[in-house]
Nanobody, 127 residues
Framework: QVQLVESGGGLVQAGASLRLSCAAT????????MGWFRQAPGKEREFVAV????????YYADSVKGRFTVSRDNAKNTVYLQMNHLKPEDTAVYYC????????????????????WGQGTQVTVSS
């Protein structure tokens, strides 16, 4: 089973950048798709991005497309979320998640298709 620990969150001003990291333990990391979700207070958990097990394919929510980039380093068992041009509406707790569910990446926006979650890292963007 893969265990996940996120880091890299913080308080930044609008327009700034942050890079989140998600370190995974377990020897099956390279078999898993990895997703990023976020949850703002009073809102449901929202899909952000997903990356294939080998890192060659990605898919993004429309709200972050062109600003966020997901990547992974399988040698380091780590997945990243580079967030540029941050906006106040990006404020949320960000979670990484692992999945062995195989469908098109466009179908990976359902949190129920992920079987492991990190504890989350807070991102706050001030205006």
């Amino acid at each position: 089973q893969v265990q996940l620990v996120e880091s890299g969150g913080g308080l930044v001003q609008a327009g700034a950048s942050l890079r989140l990291s998600c370190a995974a333990t377990g020897d099956t990391f390279t078999s898993h798709r990895m997703g990023w979700f976020r949850q703002a207070p009073g809102k449901e958990r929202e899909f952000v991005a997903v990356i294939s097990s080998g890192g060659g394919a990605t898919y993004y929510a429309d709200s972050v497309k062109g600003r966020f980039t997901v990547s992974r380093d399988n040698a380091k068992n780590t997945v990243y979320l580079q967030m540029n041009h941050l906006k106040p509406e990006d404020t949320a707790v960000y979670y990484c998640a692992t999945s062995l569910y195989y469908t098109s990446l466009a179908g990976m926006g359902d949190p129920g298709r992920y079987n492991g979650w990190g504890q989350g890292t807070q991102v706050t963007v001030s205006s």
